[in-house]
């Protein structure tokens, strides 16, 4: 495996009890001062299902839903869908954080997608439940003024340094998403997973870090502040992520642009905070802005913290061929060949990896 400089996941010897009893606590919080923002903890949430109907031809029951978000300065409603397969028993649960375009969420299914093939999620068993990043926080820099930050806000204008940016109110939602999903009888509420692409899977990763009640996490080319190593790394970086989308993140990250050998935190020990859970990361070969190998040795590194817990992170040593995926670990990886997105092929694959580790 390359060699890069990063920070150990641990000072001195990491031990499952300074990782539990310290260490993890620790890192969450300097990912979230540092480069998420702090997630508030002073909410309430109420739902509201608008509608239950029978939709895809017959083989599911639909929801659509409201989340009402009461924060110290005011409310905040955000719609979701969610797709559970006709049938008796309890099904596992996908969050997806929709980041394109609606229509991909589209509880109609006007058109179908590829990019959240929820009849093929339905077919395999999955609950499937979706919202769309702008109706938590708008995917712009509009100063905070529009987004779910506000009801925590007495004043937009003079945010603390370490306030939370767009990923991280996404992960809020889909946090939320699964208090609701795990009140739904026809959801098996050990495992429900969380999925985002790109921006959206930085988002699912922070989500599944900070939430552990979340399963699994799949992180679709997610690359800089995602999935991938930021030393070394290739294509984008600290200084242009924070200049092309600074309301992502909180402010000290922007502290970090073109200086990240100094960063107290690497990618890798976000991967970790979701151990001993099932991980999953998928590269695509074309994607050099997210760089594939960042984010391959990011899963390897962060397989350190699986052992603490006996168990394999990525069963492979050196990055795999495209279209063999690595499946047997705790962390399952794939390099798909194309294009930067979130395909029927990569959405196969984690089901399978999902299915295996439910044991279904
Ligand atoms: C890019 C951004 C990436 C990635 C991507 C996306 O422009 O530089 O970090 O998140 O957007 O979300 O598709």
């Known amino acids: 495996m390359e060699k890069r400089l990063v920070p150990p996941l641990m000072e001195g010897t990491l031990s499952r009890e300074g990782w539990e009893q310290g260490r993890r ?3 969450l919080r300097l990912l979230g ?23 895809l031809q017959g083989k599911a ?32 649960a996908i969050i997806f954080i929709n980041n394109r375009e609606k229509h991909h969420t589209d509880p109609d299914r006007k058109q179908p997608s590829g990019f959240w093939p929820v009849e093929e999620m339905v077919a395999r068993g999955y609950a499937a439940a979706a919202f769309h990043t702008w109706d938590v926080d708008t995917d712009c820099d509009d100063g905070f003024q529009n987004g779910i930050e506000r009801i925590f806000e007495a004043d937009a204008a003079s945010r603390p340094d370490d ?6 109110a996404w992960a809020f939602a ?6 609701w999903l795990l009140l739904q009888p026809q959801v098996d509420a050990q495992h429900i997973a969380v999925v985002g692409h790109s921006r959206g ?12 009640r979340i399963y699994s996490a799949y992180s679709s080319c997610s690359g800089c502040s995602g999935a991938a190593v930021t030393r070394g790394k290739k294509g984008e970086r600290v200084a242009q992520i924070v200049r092309n989308f600074p309301y992502w993140f909180c402010k000290n990250y922007r502290r970090y642009a073109g200086r990240e050998e100094e ?50 992170g990525v069963a492979a040593e050196s990055m795999p061929a495209p279209e063999m995926p690595v499946q047997a670990g705790q962390i399952g990886y794939h390099l798909r060949t194309g294009k930067h997105d979130l395909t029927p092929y990569d959405w196969g694959l984690y089901m399978d990896f999902l299915d295996q580790k439910i044991g279904r």
């Open 25 to 27: 606590a620790e890192l």
């Open 33 to 55: 001062s540092e480069v998420y923002g702090i997630t508030p903890k002073d909410f309430e949430v109420q739902f509201t299902v608008t509608d239950e109907s029978e939709a």
């Open 61 to 92: 029951l639909r929801r659509l839903v409201q989340a009402q978000v009461s924060g110290p300065y005011g409310t905040f409603t955000f719609p979701f869908v969610a797709f559970f397969p006709k049938g008796e028993g309890m099904h596992p």
């Open 163 to 168: 306030a939370w940016g767009a990923l991280g």
């Open 174 to 179: 889909a946090s939320r998403i699964c208090d």
């Open 201 to 212: 899977g930085k988002t699912a990763l922070w989500c599944a870090a900070q939430d552990e």
């Open 263 to 312: 960063m107290p935190f690497e990618q890798h020990m976000l991967l970790a905070l979701c151990a001993p859970r099932p991980l999953y990361i998928g590269s695509a070969t074309e994607d050099e802005w997210a760089d594939p190998e960042s984010e391959f040795l990011s899963a390897r590194l962060a397989g350190e913290a699986y052992a603490l817990y006996h168990l394999q």
